[in-house]
């Protein structure tokens, strides 16, 4: 039995689904409520704790209190199977079929996916993924987060914000990350997200299953840049109204700016591209 009600899907709600991805702003994304057809007494008992071992803990300034877990040997069932779930054929088809992309490959390695965490205080600063995923030589087309909090509000902090990359000061969408909404957006240079308002400090746990597609072809809208880029800066830097804090800030958009400029000309001069 699947975790997921997308196999009950009816051509005319994936064509609706796929209508409103292409139309949506500030970029392709839909999101799809009570996607899960488990309940979270079945689900949360194996969910890993703040304090667990096997979390991979961010001290990133741009991703306070961020835990992700990427191996899937260590994720105990049935979210083992739910992460499988989503490479499945069926959920493929279902994400080809939404995003227009056709022949999408799952990462079986989860680089970068998987499970994910943050607690009371944890947020993250707007920014666009890794294009490249290195280790398989494939390329980011489109993300899934599906989310496991139940009874959550706009209130609680911590809902996805959806920027249009001329203003990542202010959200054109924000989606509160209840129990089994799913997200499916494009991955690109301009799929800005983040979540800026921090989680309450009420008990809360913002939990959530991640996958990422891509495909074995790049196309002009890549830029070969493989680290997350962060797109706004100065609320996340330590004491930025010093004038060492604003050198080092300057110092920093020049290199990355730079490494970008870098990583894109030696990308579309590689030999990939006449293969």
């Given at each position: 039995?699947?975790h997921?009600?997308?196999?009950?899907?009816?051509?005319?709600?994936?064509?609706a689904?796929?209508?409103?991805?292409?139309?949506?702003?500030?970029?392709?994304?839909?999101?799809?409520?009570?996607?899960?057809?488990?309940?979270?007494?079945?689900?949360?008992?194996?969910?890993?704790?703040?304090?667990?071992?096997c979390?991979?803990?961010s001290?990133?300034?741009?991703?306070?209190?961020?835990?992700?877990?990427?191996d899937i040997?260590?994720?105990?069932e049935?979210l083992?199977?739910?992460?499988r779930e989503?490479?499945?054929?069926?959920?493929?088809?279902?994400?080809?079929?939404?995003s227009?992309?056709?022949?999408?490959?799952p990462?079986?390695?989860?680089?970068?996916?998987?499970?994910?965490?943050?607690?009371?205080?944890g947020?993250m600063?707007?920014h666009?993924?890794?294009?490249?995923?290195?280790?398989?030589?494939?390329?980011?087309?489109?993300?899934?987060?599906?989310?496991?909090?139940?009874?959550?509000?706009e209130?609680d902090?911590g809902?996805?914000?959806?920027?249009?990359?001329?203003?990542?000061?202010?959200?054109?969408?924000?989606?509160?990350?209840?129990?089994?909404?799913?997200?499916l957006?494009?991955?690109?240079?301009?799929?800005?997200?983040?979540?800026?308002?921090?989680?309450?400090?009420s008990?809360?746990?913002?939990?959530?299953?991640?996958?990422?597609?891509?495909?074995?072809?790049?196309?002009?809208?890549?830029?070969?840049?493989?680290l997350?880029d962060?797109?706004?800066?100065?609320?996340?830097?330590?004491?930025?109204?010093?004038?060492?804090s604003?050198?080092?800030?300057?110092?920093?958009?020049?290199?990355r700016?730079s490494?970008?400029?870098?990583?894109y000309?030696?990308?579309?001069?590689?030999?990939?591209?006449?293969?």
């Amino acid at each position: 039995m699947s975790h997921f009600r997308i196999r009950s899907f009816t051509d005319a709600q994936i064509a609706a689904y796929a209508r409103e991805y292409a139309a949506a702003r500030p970029f392709p994304h839909v999101v799809i409520p009570d996607v899960l057809s488990a309940a979270p007494a079945d689900t949360l008992p194996s969910f890993p704790a703040l304090d667990a071992a096997c979390w991979k803990r961010s001290t990133d300034a741009y991703q306070r209190g961020k835990l992700t877990l990427s191996d899937i040997q260590l994720v105990a069932e049935p979210l083992a199977t739910m992460l499988r779930e989503l490479m499945e054929p069926a959920v493929l088809q279902f994400v080809e079929q939404i995003s227009g992309v056709a022949q999408l490959l799952p990462d079986p390695y989860l680089q970068g996916a998987g499970l994910f965490c943050s607690g009371a205080g944890g947020y993250m600063a707007p920014h666009t993924d890794s294009h490249v995923n290195e280790r398989l030589g494939i390329y980011r087309r489109v993300n899934i987060l599906v989310y496991l909090n139940p009874e959550w509000s706009e209130a609680d902090g911590g809902c996805l914000e959806l920027f249009d990359e001329a203003d990542v000061g202010t959200p054109v969408r924000t989606i509160v990350p209840g129990w089994g909404t799913m997200v499916l957006f494009r991955s690109d240079a301009h799929s800005v997200h983040g979540f800026t308002k921090p989680i309450a400090d009420s008990g809360r746990v913002r939990r959530a299953l991640a996958m990422y597609y891509y495909t074995a072809v790049d196309t002009a809208a890549f830029n070969g840049y493989s680290l997350t880029d962060w797109r706004r800066h100065d609320p996340y830097w330590t004491s930025p109204t010093s004038v060492l804090s604003q050198a080092r800030l300057q110092l920093y958009r020049a290199l990355r700016f730079s490494s970008k400029a870098l990583a894109y000309l030696a990308h579309r001069a590689g030999p990939h591209l006449a293969n």
